[in-house]
């Protein structure tokens, strides 16, 4: 088989000096759906960050390779633009700019990565209304302000619009399901869905087993205290789901205090 | 170009921080007195009571102490400035006939170029003259005005004299006294009762000698239901030592017309912007400025209009954006004294790398003008840490019937909103810019295309500094 697209190596990260990942390997191969489980508070966010180079987040130790290229120097742009995607749990809204706008900056600064030229204003149009019509947005959506008065589906569904323009290799969905009713988390999981192929490996962070219903992982771990306590197929969710969280970190927190 | 010093924005100098070798057919020595002001009116072939008015605010100029509010003047050294450098013996109507050096000028700042493509007349200055003048012929057939302010007074002197000086007399502050005195060069409109001017009338300012001051004098009256948009833009050399632009403005609004008039502002950051802007709007008339400022070492410049009759409007968007070594305290002030008028100002500056910029506003509402209206909204972003805004909001109220709403905000760039942007493979500068760029678009989105494209553009320039 080959390397796999994405290696998280031991990975130990702080937040403010305060160790939250304590030495957490991954290895993600394209095509792959990895799902990460956890409590509240075992890092997942961490995590999802660490990997897109969040400034707040120090990396103490370990490694994350991408591609096979060691990116934990680089910056966040530099990630993205080598293919990492990090679709945020609490996008941030950048008033005055439009989606549009926004989307096609982003296409082109991938573009100019790849040597070549800016996309051609109207291609870029029938590319992003292909996308948008795959997650039931309205094409007035592209004039708006970005995430600025969304409301929790509209914020998720533009970071899935951004995922599906900018087609990465990898991409980080943190907690992509929270604060969606359950239509719109159909919508949301579709446009996932239709993303999925041989050509994108998915890390879904996820509280819930709910959204593994529409999403269907290969893998699945589970996140306790900042490390990957168990891994395994599809059926470990429905046992979360069943068990809940307790069973798993009783024996880690006994560990800790060993 | 080796004694061209940039001070802050990189590609300024190589975009418009260039110069061309000096060949003006005149230049009057250094200095200011009454000798100079004589020649200056001598030169132009003036009528008395011009040369009288330029002497009389000589006088006031040299009377009046020097403001010591807003931005710091105490470095202009006003005898070591030339107040008059005459580029060509006489303006030409085509670009074939202005001398090759300053035609590749404007061709570089792309004049003719916008001038077949969207406007509707163009006047260019070169220092302290015009240049190049044209209006299309379905306007000038139509009565509209559109020349030189020599010219102006020149051709159309009963006309000028009754408007020249009656909103913005010598005696209002020690620049407009200066500018009065000396003033050469600028535009003078006159819109007919009814006729709508579609498309944008554009005048240029260019300095190109060191050590010079350029003070221009532009007067504007849009007649009854008759409306135009003047758009102004001006760029300079940079140089080591400074320049001084000190302009003034009258602009006359009758019954029902309307006029904008927007300015983009982009000297070098050598010179002092001291500019006196001023609107009368009569019964239903509105006045809007859109004020962009991005040049300039110290700009002072709070485009006013006066509200003089029942119904008259008022708005001004302002942008400041002050980078290194730059100041810039620009803002609006409106005057009602009329009831049931209304004013609305929209400031957005942003300051970067120790830069500072500010909002400077009055609204007055005088004794009986009930009704009145009146919101200002002052935003301000903040790049960095060495960087400053100012927000000095003055009002002064006389009447109890009106409402008046004042907001304003400061913020500075988030690590999350830069995070995110990055996260979307936008390096750092280039997230600042996108922020920045929609911060300024309500004002932005109010511009023509051409304008909106120009104004992102230098944006981005000024953002570059940022780089590395």
């Known amino acids: ?258 | 170009m080796a004694e061209a010093v940039d001070i802050s924005r990189e590609t300024y100098t190589e975009k418009y921080g260039f110069h061309d070798t000096e060949q003006h057919v005149f230049k009057i020595r250094k200095g200011l007195d009454h000798s100079i002001v004589d020649e200056i009116s001598r030169m132009k072939g003036e009528p008395e009571w011009m040369r009288d008015t330029r002497h009389k605010a000589l006088d006031i100029f040299l009377a009046k102490p020097m403001p010591t509010w807003g931005g710091d003047v105490g470095a202009i050294n006003f005898q070591d400035i030339y107040y008059y450098v005459k580029p060509t013996d006489e303006e030409a109507k085509t670009w074939e006939d202005v001398p090759a050096d300053m035609k590749r000028t404007f061709d570089r700042l792309g004049i003719p170029e916008a001038e077949q493509k969207f406007l509707s007349g163009v006047g260019a200055q070169y220092d302290s003259e015009v240049v190049y003048h044209k209006i299309k012929e379905d306007l000038e057939k139509k009565g509209v005005l559109f020349l030189s302010a020599d010219h102006g007074l020149k051709e159309h002197e009963h006309l000028f004299k009754e408007y020249f000086g009656k909103l913005i007399p010598s005696a209002d502050n020690k620049f407009a006294a200066l500018n009065t005195a000396v003033w050469s060069g600028g535009s003078f409109i006159y819109v007919p009762k009814g006729v709508k001017v579609d498309v944008p009338l554009q005048a240029y300012f260019r300095i190109n000698t060191k050590d010079m001051g350029q003070f221009e004098r532009t007067l504007i009256i849009v007649d009854e239901g008759a409306y135009v948009h003047y758009v102004e833009g001006c760029t300079a050399p940079t140089y080591s030592s400074d320049s001084l632009h000190s302009a003034v403005v009258e602009i006359y609004v009758k019954e029902g017309g309307r006029c904008r008039y927007t300015t983009i502002q982009n000297w070098s950051n050598n010179v002092y912007n001291l500019v006196t802007k001023r609107a009368a709007a009569y019964k239903n008339a509105t006045m809007e400025w859109v004020d962009g400022n991005l040049g300039s070492k110290l700009t002072m410049k709070y485009p006013s209009v006066y509200l003089m009759e029942e119904g008259a409007k008022a708005e001004v968007l302002s942008i400041a954006f002050a980078g290194k070594g730059q100041h810039l305290d620009a803002g609006a002030k409106a005057v009602h004294l009329a009831p049931n008028t209304t004013s609305s100002v929209v400031s957005k500056s942003i300051s970067q790398h120790g830069g500072r910029a500010g909002y400077r506003g009055l609204i007055k509402v005088a004794k009986g003008a009930v009704g009145c209206k009146s919101t200002v909204r002052c935003d301000a972003l903040i790049l960095d840490e060495e960087s400053r805004s100012d927000t000095y909001p003055y009002m002064e109220i006389e009447e109890d019937d009106v409402s008046v709403g004042h907001e304003a905000t400061v913020s500075k760039i988030g690590e999350e909103q830069l995070f995110y942007l990055m996260s979307r493979g936008l390096s750092e500068p280039e997230a600042s810019a996108m922020i920045v760029s929609g911060f300024i678009e309500p004002i932005v989105k109010e511009l023509p295309m051409e304008y909106a494209v120009e104004m992102n553009r230098l944006i981005q320039l000024q953002m570059e500094g940022s780089v590395g």
């Open chain 1, 1 to 258: 088989m080959s390397q796999p697209d994405l290696i998280v190596k031991d990975l130990q990260v702080s937040v403010d000096g305060k160790p939250i990942l304590k030495g957490l390997s991954l290895e993600v191969r394209k095509g792959e759906v990895h799902a990460i489980m956890g409590p509240n508070g075992s890092g997942k966010s961490t995590l999802a960050n660490a990997l897109m180079g969040h400034p707040k987040y120090t990396v103490d130790s370990g490694q994350m390779l991408l591609a096979g290229e060691d990116i934990g120097e680089l910056e966040a742009d530099e990630r993205s633009r080598k293919g990492l995607f990090l679709a945020f749990q609490y996008p941030t809204a950048i008033p005055g700019v439009s989606v549009a706008n926004f989307l096609r900056t982003s296409l082109n600064a991938r573009r100019k990565e790849q040597g070549e030229g800016p996309i051609p204003v109207k291609e870029f149009r029938t590319l992003m209304r292909s996308h948008m019509a795959t997650l039931k947005m309205d094409d007035s959506f592209a004039g708006r302000y970005l995430n600025e008065g969304f409301s929790g589906g509209e914020k998720k569904r533009a970071e899935i619009l951004q995922m599906s323009v900018l087609k990465p290799q990898i991409a980080v969905l943190d907690e992509t399901d929270s604060g969606l009713d359950i239509d719109a988390l159909r919508v949301v999981s579709d446009g996932v869905n239709a993303l999925r192929g041989p050509d994108l490996g998915i890390v879904l962070i996820t509280h819930y087993q709910r959204l593994l219903n529409y999403i269907k992982p290969d893998f699945v771990h589970v996140l306790v205290a900042g490390r990957l306590v168990r891994s395994g197929g599809p059926e470990l969710a429905l046992e979360l789901e069943e068990k809940g969280y307790d069973w798993l970190i009783e024996p880690e927190a006994a560990n800790t205090q060993a």
